[in-house]
C-alpha cells in the first residue's frame, strides 16, 4: 500500500519560503502513470491544489501560485519537495500530498502538515 507523509517547518514568518517534503513508501514516484500533488487547504476553506509533478518528472502548476511555486523531486529518495516564495498568513493552511492519475483524482492522501505564517 502507498504511503504518503508531509514534513514542514510548522512556523514561518511572512517573506520566506516554505518547503514542504512528501516521502513516498510503498510505490515509486517514477511508476506510470501517476501524478504526485500538493494541494492545501486554509482554515474554514476548500481544497486548493497547488503543482504536481509527473511521473515522468514534468511539473504542472496552478496559475494562481504558479510565479511563487516550484515543485521537484528526488528519485533516490522517492521524495518530492514544494517551494513557497515570499509567504504571508494567507498561505496559512494544512498543506497535503496526494498520489493519482491527473489533478482531482487522488486515490492516496498524506495526513497533512499544518503550516502557519504569523509575524
Known amino acids: 500500500q502507498v504511503q504518503l507523509q508531509e514534513s514542514g517547518p510548522g512556523l514561518m514568518k511572512p517573506s520566506q519560503t516554505l518547503s514542504l517534503t512528501c516521502t513516498v513508501s510503498g510505490g515509486s514516484i517514477t511508476t506510470n502513470y501517476y501524478y504526485w500533488s500538493w494541494i492545501r487547504q486554509p482554515p474554514g476553506k476548500g481544497l486548493e491544489w497547488m503543482a504536481a509533478i509527473a511521473y515522468s518528472g514534468s511539473t504542472y502548476y496552478s496559475p494562481s501560485l504558479k510565479s511563487r511555486t516550484s515543485i521537484s523531486r528526488d528519485t533516490s529518495k522517492n521524495q518530492f519537495t514544494l517551494q513557497l516564495s515570499s509567504v504571508t498568513p494567507e498561505d496559512t493552511a494544512v498543506y497535503y500530498c496526494?498520489?493519482?492519475?491527473?489533478?482531482?483524482?487522488?486515490?492516496?492522501w498524506g495526513q497533512g502538515t499544518q503550516v502557519t505564517v504569523s509575524s
Open positions: 496526494a498520489r493519482g492519475l491527473w489533478v482531482g483524482q487522488y486515490d492516496y
